[in-house]
């Protein structure tokens, strides 16, 4: 018989499985693309920018519908040229950058300088300077000022409100209407946000910050989650997760459907129970250690945290009104602000104070904003 002619055909393997499923598809969540916005949050002056040699988000931006109402700042600080800014020093890095505190020379104003490190693609730097320039818009007296964005020499620069108390990471606040002070200025700023259709997606204790002025305000220093995509596809630490809502986490548990408002009121309700207990709400040593399978058990799996039974019945209301596993239950940032327990507040730190005012914060610590 004559050989045949080219290669024989490879050995059938029936038992082998498919490398590749075209068919595949996954439980993707089903966001509402006006949602969508994997914002930082800090506000603006409503001055122009002034020209400098460098770049700042003057460019009008594709996300108008993200409106936000203004509260008219009486005194506006006017952006400063970047070369007229000394850095004094370090208070903050990570795999983002880093966050300086600087001083203008003319006028000996401080602010938080966070500098981004990285050669980033022109679409990159596009869509940071519009949610920069989205940021500049925000205006409300609970969420960190954001000055502007400059570029110079393929660093991308970020100038911030400086919080002098540094963030309340650690901080153990046993006192109830201290806490419920807390929980309603951060209350304020995210109903503003979300007002906005502004999902804030990373509300953790290093992102809430505190001023000589008693003031808690919302941080998230610029745009790191922008860039986590972008220069490391893994990075999402631990600590970030660790306030994730179930159904981000796990997309089974609601459908497929994340609501971002919803995400942020169940991160804002680990917090505040955070500082009232003065360690993680899930147990110090889960998910701490890099030990991610049994962080995202706990958050997934078991029942929510809840305030311990020698708290106020309306601490311990509320804290169940924000940690509900079904999204739809929980309550929204507007009606969490007429909950019993943030009618204890004590007084804006602004108003005359009769009674047991907020202690003033400690001294900044060495990473007091995070990166």
Known sequence: MRPSSGNPPPPSAPNRPQRRRPDLTLPLPHRDPSLAVPLPLPPPPSSAPSSTTTTTTT????????????????HPVPIPNPSDLDRIRRIGSGSGGTVYMVLHRPTGHPYALKVIYGNHEESVRRQICREIEILRTADNPFVVRCHGMFDRAG???????????????????????TLASVARQVLIGLAYLHRG?????????????????????????????ILAQTMDPCN??????????????????????????????????????????GRFPYGNDIGRQGDWASLMCAICYSQPPEAPPTASADFRSFIKCCLQMDPAKRWTAARLLGHPFIAQAVPHPQQPSQGNPMPPPPPPPQHAHSV
């Open 155 to 177: 660093e991308i620069q970020v100038l911030l409100e400086y919080m002098d108390g540094g963030s309340l990471e650690g901080r153990r606040i046993p006192d109830e209407p």
């Open 59 to 74: 460019s009008s931006s594709s996300n108008h519908h993200h409106s936000l109402p203004s509260h008219h700042h009486p």
């Open 236 to 277: 999402s630490a631990v600590g970030t997760i660790a306030y994730m809502s179930p159904e981000r986490i796990n997309t089974d548990l609601n459908h497929g459907i994340y609501d971002g408002f919803a995400g942020d009121i169940w991160s804002l309700g680990l917090s505040i129970l955070e500082f009232y207990l």
């Open 197 to 225: 259709k502004i999902v804030h997606r990373d509300i953790k204790p290093s992102n809430l910050l505190i001023n000589s002025r008693r003031e808690v305000k919302i941080a998230d220093f610029g745009v790191s989650r």
